[in-house]
């Protein structure tokens, strides 16, 4: 597949821009481990990964590449048939339908062959292609079922060059601090690759069962390197492991450290022999946080009235810049939240998505006409689109300044015998907790 200098121009320019709005204002700070057991750029090989995040997964892997590398990523395919101005869009930067039952149903698995085909092209000609063999994301930190699909590709791939050039598979995992918030940490995780030339013979005589082997190691070395906690009382194990009962781990670990501790904690909590007491009991804590609009953080710091005095009159000095700097930062933040109707992990993916692609640049052309056809200030409506980044990371630590404050008044709020509930559940916890030992 040929690209000419200036359509790779274009391409890189246009990555380079996408990729300075996440990693300026999506995430604070980013963590590659393994970078190593990437085959180099030009080898057949597909990255494979553990699926959470939604859009934000595939972005995540290619910011974490070189601006030369040209990624391939396959996205459910009913996103193609909105627009043929979107279709157009999502093939240039290098997305490929993946038809799935559950969706299109069985004449729509039937496409995917056509993509098998792209997918191949491409392989061949040393450009990697993102797959998530959960045909889905989850809904947090657990890994879900793999289908074949992601072999069956790579092994096409393999029959398009005669079986005459290794395909490798990688094994990847992301990690994220958040994954409804800005401004957070991302690790990315590459386990060594899994070679099919030695597979070959045998695939040709059994591939069914080829398929299913080499799709549940890849399952297995996945999952060793994610954060898995397993779907079920999802929502409660999460809150334990992101409490001071996690004391396997503080707030300042680093996400890589992090990670480690929280396996550790995960694997004490689903073995742990009074798991339903636990679960019980930690639920209704997190529903007595909530009721009284609290948090973790908040109880470990106690806040004082000085301290929500003085957090009170920072807001107020700094009130006017703040106000000053949503144009555009507010609406990008606020239209995906408004907007999403049900899955909420869907809630970055559209904010990045909606502010690079359109708002950003939207607001940038507002912007000029206003500042500089309507009031003669071009180049202070130029730079006053250069400051969009520091004034976009001001805007998000003073909304968090803000979320604080209002928490540190709902602690000051809540009464004694509230407080004393929850500390008395704390304690309650921690004793259960530590009555086995953690492995190590």
């Known amino acids: 597949m040929k690209t000419s200098w200036l359509q790779f121009l274009k391409y890189t320019l246009y990555k380079g821009y996408l990729r300075l709005v996440h990693e300026q204002l999506l995430v604070r700070h980013r963590y590659t481990q393994g970078l190593d057991n990437l085959p180099p ?71 995917n062959f056509k993509s098998f085909d792209l997918i191949a092209e491409r ?36 029959r398009a060059n005669g079986f005459r050039e290794d395909v490798k598979i990688v094994p990847t995992a992301h990690h994220y601090s958040d994954y409804f918030d800005i401004q957070t940490d991302i690790l990315w995780r590459i386990g060594e690759p899994i070679s099919l030339k030695p ?6 005589e059994h591939p069914n069962s080829v398929m299913r082997d080499i799709t549940r190691e890849l399952h297995r070395r996945i999952q060793v390197m994610m954060l898995d906690e397993g779907p079920e009382d999802y929502a409660v194990k999460d809150f334990l492991r992101n409490s001071s009962l996690n004391t396997l781990r503080t707030p300042d670990t680093p996400l890589p450290d992090r990670l480690e501790a929280d396996q550790r904690f995960a694997r004490h909590l689903n073995n742990h022999p009074h798991y339903d007491e636990i679960i019980d009991l930690a639920a209704e804590l997190q529903e007595l946080e909530d009721i009284q609009g609290i948090d973790e953080a908040t109880l470990q710091k106690a806040p004082t009235r000085w301290d929500a005095a003085l957090n009170i009159l920072l807001l107020t000095l700094l009130s006017p810049l703040w106000l000053v700097s949503l144009w555009p930062h507010g609406l990008c933040y606020r239209l995906p939240t408004l907007l999403l109707k049900s899955d909420k992990m869907f809630t970055n993916s559209y904010r990045y998505i909606l502010s690079a692609v359109i708002l950003y640049p939207l607001f940038a ?65 921690k004793v259960l907790l530590n009555t086995e030992p953690y492995e190590s």
């Open 123 to 158: 392989i061949n000609s040393g450009q990697p292609v993102i797959v998530f063999p959960e045909a889905g994301h989850t809904q947090g930190h657990y890994i879900g079922h793999f289908t074949t699909g992601t072999v069956r590709m790579a092994f096409y791939a393999a």
């Open 365 to 429: 052309l507002l912007t000029i006409l206003v500042m500089g056809f309507v009031w003669g200030w071009w180049w202070q409506s130029l730079l006053w689109i250069l400051l969009w980044i520091p004034t976009g990371r001001f805007a998000w630590w003073y909304y968090s300044l803000l979320r604080r404050t209002r928490r540190a008044l709902n602690y000051l709020r809540t009464p004694r015998y509230g407080l004393d509930t929850i500390k008395d559940l704390h304690f309650r916890l």
């Open 199 to 204: 597979y070959y013979d045998a695939f040709q």
């Open 41 to 111: 750029y030009g080898e057949r090989y597909f990255i494979v990964a553990n699926h959470q995040n939604t859009a934000n997964d595939p972005l995540n892997i290619t910011f974490a590449l070189p601006l030369n590398y040209h990624i391939s990523a396959l996205a459910r395919a009913n996103v193609f048939s909105l627009h043929p101005l979107l279709t157009s869009y999502f093939h240039w930067i290098g997305l490929l339908p993946a038809y799935r039952f559950g969706w299109e149903g069985g004449e729509g698995i039937e496409n």
